[in-house]
C-alpha cells in the first residue's frame, strides 16, 4: 500500500550489491570457519591491546 | 570485614560480583541488590523475539549463582543513597525497597563502605506517547518478556502474509535520542529472515525506521574499514546489506506518538510523516533509574551526584564543549563518582559526558541524534576494572591506585545476527578499536588494523558462541574468569 504522502525512504540504489560469488563465499563452510577463527583471534588480540 | 554493595545485577553489575567474590574471598561482604530474580544474557533475546529461542535459554535465577560463591543478594530496588551516612550512623547507607513477592515493598536501609551503581537504563516508553507494549502500541525485545510478546505478534502478522494480505513491518527507534541501534539493526535482519524462511517475504514490507542519520552509524558515528586495498565505511557495507534484503531505511527520524496502526516522525528536514503497520518494534530511550541522594542532615544533593538524565557523573568532562571541541580524554576512565572515593558507577548508569556521534537537531530544534551505547563488552570490562579497584583498596589501603578502563582505549565486538541458522544463517560481525574515537591517534578515530567489518555464516556461529560462554561465564562455572569480558 503507498504511503500517502509518502514517507522519506533512503535511496539505497547506489549501494553495492553482492555478486553471487560473495553470496557463495559467504556461505562457505571452510572459508567461513577460516573466518570465525580469525575474528576470535581478533577479538583476544583487542582484549589483549585494551589498557584495562 | 568490608561491605560491598553492588547495585544492578545486569553484565556490569554481575560481572563486578563475580570478579570480587573471586578477588576478596569470603572474609568481606559482597551485597547484590537488583530487582530481578534473574539474569538475562539481553543480547539473545533478539532470537526470543524472531522465536528462535525460549525464555529459558537466556534467563537464569541469580540466587543459586551467589549462594555458591558467598554472595548475599537482596531482590530490591535501591532508591536513595547517603554518601555521608545519616542521622544514626557516619557509615554510608543505601535506601532499598523490596521487590520479592514475600517481602514486596518492605522498606530496609543497608551500610556500605564501597559501593557500585550498576543500575542500567530505565526503560522510557513514556517519553513517546503511545510506545511500549504494557501502555503503548508496539512491542519491544527489551526483556525476555517483552521479547516473547513481540515473537506471538510477529507470528501473527507472518500467518496473515500467508493468508494472502499485505503486512507492513516496522522495526527501529522509538525516540529521536534512543540508542542500541544495533539492537534495532538485528531484530529487523532476524524478522527479514524470518519472513523468508516463511516463504511470505514477498507479502512484506519491512521499514527500518531509525534516528541515525545515515545507515552504520549505530551511535558510534559509523566505522571506517579497510577493505582489499581501499578505506570504506560502515554506512556503504550496510547499505549493501539493506538493498540485497529489501528493507526501507528511514534515517534521522524521532517518533512523535504511536497510534494504533500508524507511527508518526519528524525528520531532520523538520517534515512530519506518518507510516501505517501491522508490526511495530520500537525500542524505548533510556535514563538513569530514579535514585536520590541525601546528605547527613536530609538535604537532598542528587544534583551533585547524578546528571538531569540520572545517569551518575564520574570522573568525566561534563563541561559541555561544543562538538568541535570533544576529545577522547573527555570519556572517564575509573568510573570513580565525582566527589566520593568509594562509589562508582559502571555500564549504562555512568552518565557519558557527551554523545559519539555527531549531535543533530530537526529543522523544529527537535534533538534527533544517537546516544552513545556502553552495553555488552564495555559494561563488562568497567564492572571488572571497578572490582579490581575496590579489592586493591581493601587489601592495599585507601591510596591504592584506581584501574583504568576507558572507552578511548578499549575495543568492542558487535555481532548483529541477520539470520539463525547453522549452516544458513548470517550475522554482521563488527570489532571497533577503540569504542570512543580518538582522532589525536588514528586519522579515521580508531585503529583501522582491528576496526573490520564482515558479513557471512562465520558471524551467526561468534554470536552464537559468544551466547553459550557468556552464559557460562554468567553462572561462575570452573573456569568462568578466563572468559574476557
Known amino acids: 500500500m503507498p504511503d500517502n504522502p509518502p514517507i522519506p525512504v533512503a535511496d539505497l540504489s547506489r549501494a553495492p550489491l553482492p555478486t553471487e560469488a560473495m553470496q557463495r563465499y559467504r556461505r562457505n563452510p571452510v572459508v567461513q570457519t577460516w573466518k570465525f577463527a580469525v575474528f576470535n583471534a581478533r577479538i583476544m588480540r583487542m582484549v589483549l591491546k585494551g589498557k584495562h | 570485614m568490608s561491605d560491598v554493595v553492588i547495585l544492578g545485577a545486569g553484565i556490569s553489575g554481575h560481572t563486578a560480583a563475580l570478579h570480587l567474590s573471586r578477588l576478596l574471598g569470603r572474609q568481606h561482604r559482597i551485597t547484590v541488590v537488583s530487582p530481578n530474580s534473574n539474569w538475562n544474557w539481553i543480547p539473545s533475546n533478539i532470537w526470543v523475539g524472531v522465536g528462535k529461542m525460549s525464555k529459558k535459554d537466556v534467563v537464569f535465577p541469580l540466587a543459586p549463582i551467589y549462594r555458591r560463591k558467598g ?7 535501591a532508591v536513595a543513597i547517603r554518601p555521608h551516612g545519616d542521622a544514626d550512623s557516619e557509615r554510608p547507607a543505601v535506601d532499598i525497597v523490596h521487590t520479592s513477592a514475600a517481602g514486596a515493598g518492605r522498606e530496609q536501609r543497608i551500610r556500605y563502605d564501597y559501593l557500585i551503581n550498576a543500575t542500567g537504563p530505565q526503560l522510557r516508553f513514556g517519553a513517546t506517547e503511545g510506545l511500549g507494549p504494557e501502555h503503548g502500541n508496539t512491542v519491544s525485545v527489551c526483556t525476555a518478556d517483552h521479547a516473547i510478546a513481540a515473537s506471538e505478534r510477529l507470528h501473527e502478522v507472518i500467518d496473515k502474509c500467508r493468508a494472502g494480505e499485505h503486512q507492513t513491518l516496522v522495526v527501529g527507534m522509538g525516540h529521536g535520542t534512543c540508542t542500541c541501534e544495533g539492537a ?22 519491512v521499514v527500518y525506521l531509525t534516528n541515525e542519520s545515515e545507515l552504520g552509524d549505530f551511535g558510534v558515528g559509523g566505522m571506517t574499514f579497510n577493505d582489499k586495498g581501499f578505506q570504506t565505511t560502515s554506512e556503504l557495507w550496510t547499505a549493501s546489506l539493506f538493498r540485497e534484503r529489501g528493507v526501507e531505511a528511514v534515517l534521522g527520524a524521532h517518533v512523535e506518538r504511536v497510534e494504533p496502526g500508524t507511527v508518526h516522525f519528524e525528520t531532520l528536514d523538520g517534515e512530519h510523516h506518518s507510516l501505517a503497520y501491522d508490526f511495530a518494534m520500537l525500542l524505548p530511550p533510556f535514563s538513569g533509574v530514579p535514585l536520590a541522594a541525601y546528605d547527613r542532615d536530609g538535604t537532598d544533593i542528587t544534583s551533585g551526584l547524578f546528571a538531569p538524565s540520572g545517569f551518575m557523573k564520574v570522573d568525566a568532562d561534563y563541561s559541555g564543549k561544543p562538538y568541535e571541541q570533544w576529545s577522547a580524554a573527555d570519556w572517564p576512565k575509573t568510573y570513580q563518582a565525582q566527589g566520593f572515593d568509594n562509589i562508582w558507577a559502571v555500564g549504562i548508569a555512568f552518565a557519558p559526558p557527551h554523545q559519539i556521534s555527531r549531535p543533530r537537531t530537526s529543522a523544529n530544534g527537535t534533538p534527533i541524534t544517537p546516544s552513545p551505547p556502553r552495553t555488552g563488552m564495555p559494561s563488562g570490562v568497567m564492572g571488572k576494572t571497578v572490582a579490581l579497584t575496590i579489592a586493591d583498596r581493601i587489601s592495599k589501603g585507601p591510596m591504592a591506585v584506581a584501574h583504568q578502563a576507558s572507552m578511548a582505549d578499549m575495543g568492542a565486538a558487535c555481532v548483529a545476527s541477520a539470520g539463525a541458522n547453522l549452516r544458513t544463517g548470517s550475522a554482521a560481525a563488527m570489532t571497533m578499536m577503540p569504542v570512543v574515537p580518538d582522532y589525536s591517534r588514528y586519522p579515521t578515530g580508531r585503529d583501522l588494523r582491528e576496526t573490520r567489518g564482515e558479513l557471512g555464516l562465520s558471524g551467526h556461529w561468534v554470536k552464537l558462541m559468544l551466547h553459550h560462554l557468556f552464559i557460562y561465564k554468567a553462572k561462575g562455572l570452573p573456569g568462568w574468569h578466563l572468559i574476557p569480558e
Open chain 2, 71 to 77: 554472595i548475599e543478594f537482596v531482590q530490591a530496588k
Open chain 2, 184 to 205: 534495532a539493526f538485528e531484530y529487523v535482519f532476524n524478522v527479514d529472515n524470518e519472513l523468508r524462511e516463511a516463504g511470505v517475504r514477498d507479502m512484506a514490507r
